[in-house]
């Protein structure tokens, strides 16, 4: 096969099926052969000309599971018919000050996967080495897609703060992050409370591990976590600053706000809410290479796996609507068929 499909974002809310020309990988980098791409909310980023120049074409897609087929020079760790994963961060450069210091999330010479380099809403697509996440066995590629992202995210997120076994722990929307933040949370031993607005997901919080659950639509969610002895962590998942606003009363002393999903909206504190208590709001992004292969490893061994909607990968924009839409349940994948 000398050329590849793949879909090219360009303008806004424009999807567009080409050819391109297969070419080797550059130095450090490997080419892989993708089975499934997960559809993520940061794919406006690309697809609704949100990059600084929407003109130039770029493949969205960074929840890419496939097989390697080719490596470039340089490469020693990986070979050909390995099974791997790329992520949000498409792999840090080892040279520059945070990566010197071993932080490299923060990699200043890093390329976003489907915002500034190429994703995998396509056949093959590329990636650095240094980014790559190896699969276990026993997870497929259509639900190990999304855990690159969403659950990486919240995985990591629910590791900011030393909570002690049993401690409440909160989550605050049940959506495509939320759903797989309970399920972590109640594998690693809290209590955990489940935070939405109206009744019609409780019995699907519950079955996914919480033990409480929280209508934000008849009681204020601080107060509600307080009576409960306050929580050690809420990972505040939904895309509102102000549904936030009220979450830190509910914080036991030394509690942590750790904030993933991206709101349009500010979040609004009162500062004694802060210091009184010893209280604490952070941001926290995905995650390195290697500690998405701990929360692969964790994922399977306590049987956690996301809420899919498959579509196939000729159905980009499609899948990309109804992620959009908010009526997914939860994540939406694309997967390639033979």
């Not at 972590?184 to 019609?200: D, K, P, Q």
């Not at 209508?215 to 107060?223: I, K, M, R």
Request: glycine fraction near 12%; proline fraction near 4%.
């Amino acid at each position: 096969m000398s050329t590849y499909r793949a879909f090219e974002a360009t303008g806004v809310h424009h999807l567009q099926l080409v050819e391109r020309e297969l070419t080797e990988p550059a130095p450090g980098m490997v080419r892989l052969r993708v089975e499934a791409c997960g559809v993520c909310h940061t794919d406006v980023l690309a697809i609704e000309g949100l990059r600084a120049d929407p003109t130039q074409p770029i493949v969205p897609g960074h929840e890419i599971i496939g097989v390697i087929d080719a490596v470039g020079t340089g490469v020693t760790a990986w070979q050909t018919g390995d099974r791997v994963g790329v992520g949000f961060l498409n792999g840090h450069c080892w040279e520059c000050e945070p990566c010197r210091r071993g932080d490299f999330v923060n990699c200043q010479n890093q390329q976003q996967t489907g915002t500034t380099t190429d994703g995998g809403y396509a056949e093959v697509a590329y990636a650095r080495a240094s980014g790559l996440v190896r699969i276990p066995e026993g997870l497929s590629a259509r639900d190990a897609a999304p855990l690159l992202c969403a659950g990486l995210t919240t995985f990591n997120a629910l590791q900011l703060n030393s909570a002690r076994a049993g401690a409440l722990v909160a989550v605050q929307g049940i959506g495509g992050l939320g759903h797989l933040a309970l399920q972590y949370a109640h594998s690693l031993g809290y209590r955990v409370a489940a935070i939405a607005r109206g009744t019609e997901k409780e019995s699907f919080a519950r079955q996914l591990g919480a033990d409480e659950y929280i209508d934000s639509s008849l009681v204020n969610p601080g107060a509600a976590l307080t009576a409960l002895g306050g929580a050690s962590i809420i990972v505040a998942t939904a895309s509102s600053g102000a549904s936030m606003n009220s979450l830190v009363t509910g914080l036991a002393p030394h509690g942590k706000l750790v904030v993933v999903g991206a709101a349009p909206d500010p979040l609004s504190v009162s500062t004694p809410d802060l210091i009184f208590g010893t209280r604490a709001i952070t941001g926290s992004l995905t995650g390195s290479a290697i500690e998405n292969e701990d929360n692969l490893a964790f994922s399977l061994a306590h049987d956690i796996r996301p809420a899919l909607e498959v579509m196939p990968f000729d159905r980009a924009l499609d899948a990309y609507e109804r992620m959009l839409s908010g009526n997914a349940r939860f994540r939406v994948v694309l997967e390639m068929t033979a």
